[in-house]
């Protein structure tokens, strides 16, 4: 079974799901609201029916995600601790992944114990051969709204709470807080929905975005005081060194949404970051106001993503990174820019 943004027949896909006991939920690394969202929501639908359901993510759960888990639902993957119980899975769904390899050494597993698998996603894949089933709908904001689409279809009753609130969690932080283009009705409806059924919204919100911790406060004063302007303004990029983050004694999450914030100036169409990763390759990625698309300029540096936020893994030392990506970045929106104007 495979869709590529087409309508899904939420039907046949339950019944898929519904043959299988023991099923495992997982999501890439450094998983995001959508993710774990995702994952929390049809958790609890699962567990309601009688499966035998783990969620198992290769990355330990972010902590401003901790009110998704009081029930302890959410395992770091650990080989020694799951192989046993991975043996007996019937089914792997994986959300909101982009690239499979996101989801690293449980790629392994999955091929150890030759385990089914389903792909449920709103990433454009050029990597499908992990998938017996790929479900992709590109013109979804989030994969939480695909659950929300599934659980609508297959519930007698309505949507429980819990899920309600990973599906919420999962649409408010993949559209920017109902701010970003993705926005639609349908995310309203699941806001209304969860406001209706009782969730504490503003506490989502505070837990998630209102939690800085004060490394991330200090890379964001570095990087600001050295961001660079091209092309009159359009286009604004920063690094994030390995110095800047051992000064700074931050981690990866404390470096999420400062593109979103570049994006934000008033002018800017494109924010562009530079993340050092190693010695040896650094992680960029794309904002685009929705002006001029960014996931070919991601294509062609290896990577991918959607039209105006994508990203790519780049091999090579900081200088020689910010080097090709500043210039092909330059050479493309300058493209895209003069086709505006003719
Ligand atoms: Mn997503």
Redesign the pocket.
């Given at each position: 079974m495979h869709y590529n943004n087409i309508p899904i027949d939420w039907n046949a896909v339950h019944g898929i799901i519904d043959q299988a006991n023991t099923i495992m939920l997982t999501t890439h690394e450094n998983p995001d609201g959508?993710g774990l969202g995702s994952e929390s929501a049809l958790y609890y639908h699962l567990i309601e029916n009688g499966k035998d359901v783990r969620i198992v993510n290769y990355s330990p759960l972010p902590i401003q995600y901790d009110y998704l888990n009081v029930d302890n639902i959410f395992d770091c993957y650990d080989k020694s601790a799951h192989d046993s119980w991975l043996s007996k899975v019937d089914l792997v769904i994986i959300f909101?992944v982009g690239d499979y390899v996101r989801i690293r050494t449980l790629v392994d597993a999955i091929e150890k114990h030759g385990l089914n698998t389903m792909n449920i996603d709103?990433h454009p894949h050029t990597n499908n051969d992990l998938f017996n089933y790929n479900l992709v709908d590109l013109s979804a904001a989030?994969?939480g709204c695909m659950v929300y689409d599934y659980l609508k279809v297959v519930r007698d009753e309505p949507i429980v709470k819990k899920s309600l609130e990973g599906i919420y969690t999962a649409v408010m932080t993949?559209t920017g807080c109902f701010r970003y283009s993705n926005t639609d009705t349908k995310c309203h409806e699941i806001a209304t929905q969860s406001l209706n059924a009782g969730i504490e919204t503003h506490m989502i919100y505070q837990r998630i975005y209102e939690n800085s911790t004060k490394s991330r406060i200090k890379l964001m004063g570095d990087f600001l005081s050295n961001l660079k302007y091209e092309l009159n303004g359009s286009l604004a990029w920063f690094m994030i060194t390995r110095e800047m983050m051992e000064n700074a004694n931050g981690q990866k999450s404390d470096i999420e949404g400062f593109s979103d914030l570049v994006r934000s100036i008033s002018g800017v169409e494109v924010a562009l970051m530079i993340f050092e990763q190693d010695t040896s390759s650094c992680r960029i990625n794309f904002r685009s106001k929705g002006k001029y698309s960014v996931n070919n300029i991601a294509k062609s540096l290896g990577g991918g993503g959607h039209a105006f936020a994508a990203g790519a893994l780049i091999s090579g030392k900081l200088g020689d990174v910010i080097e090709k990506t500043v210039n092909i970045t330059k050479r493309s929106l300058k493209n895209q820019i003069n086709g505006d104007a003719k």
């Amino acid at each position: 079974m495979h869709y590529n943004n087409i309508p899904i027949d939420w039907n046949a896909v339950h019944g898929i799901i519904d043959q299988a006991n023991t099923i495992m939920l997982t999501t890439h690394e450094n998983p995001d609201g959508d993710g774990l969202g995702s994952e929390s929501a049809l958790y609890y639908h699962l567990i309601e029916n009688g499966k035998d359901v783990r969620i198992v993510n290769y990355s330990p759960l972010p902590i401003q995600y901790d009110y998704l888990n009081v029930d302890n639902i959410f395992d770091c993957y650990d080989k020694s601790a799951h192989d046993s119980w991975l043996s007996k899975v019937d089914l792997v769904i994986i959300f909101d992944v982009g690239d499979y390899v996101r989801i690293r050494t449980l790629v392994d597993a999955i091929e150890k114990h030759g385990l089914n698998t389903m792909n449920i996603d709103h990433h454009p894949h050029t990597n499908n051969d992990l998938f017996n089933y790929n479900l992709v709908d590109l013109s979804a904001a989030a994969t939480g709204c695909m659950v929300y689409d599934y659980l609508k279809v297959v519930r007698d009753e309505p949507i429980v709470k819990k899920s309600l609130e990973g599906i919420y969690t999962a649409v408010m932080t993949d559209t920017g807080c109902f701010r970003y283009s993705n926005t639609d009705t349908k995310c309203h409806e699941i806001a209304t929905q969860s406001l209706n059924a009782g969730i504490e919204t503003h506490m989502i919100y505070q837990r998630i975005y209102e939690n800085s911790t004060k490394s991330r406060i200090k890379l964001m004063g570095d990087f600001l005081s050295n961001l660079k302007y091209e092309l009159n303004g359009s286009l604004a990029w920063f690094m994030i060194t390995r110095e800047m983050m051992e000064n700074a004694n931050g981690q990866k999450s404390d470096i999420e949404g400062f593109s979103d914030l570049v994006r934000s100036i008033s002018g800017v169409e494109v924010a562009l970051m530079i993340f050092e990763q190693d010695t040896s390759s650094c992680r960029i990625n794309f904002r685009s106001k929705g002006k001029y698309s960014v996931n070919n300029i991601a294509k062609s540096l290896g990577g991918g993503g959607h039209a105006f936020a994508a990203g790519a893994l780049i091999s090579g030392k900081l200088g020689d990174v910010i080097e090709k990506t500043v210039n092909i970045t330059k050479r493309s929106l300058k493209n895209q820019i003069n086709g505006d104007a003719k």
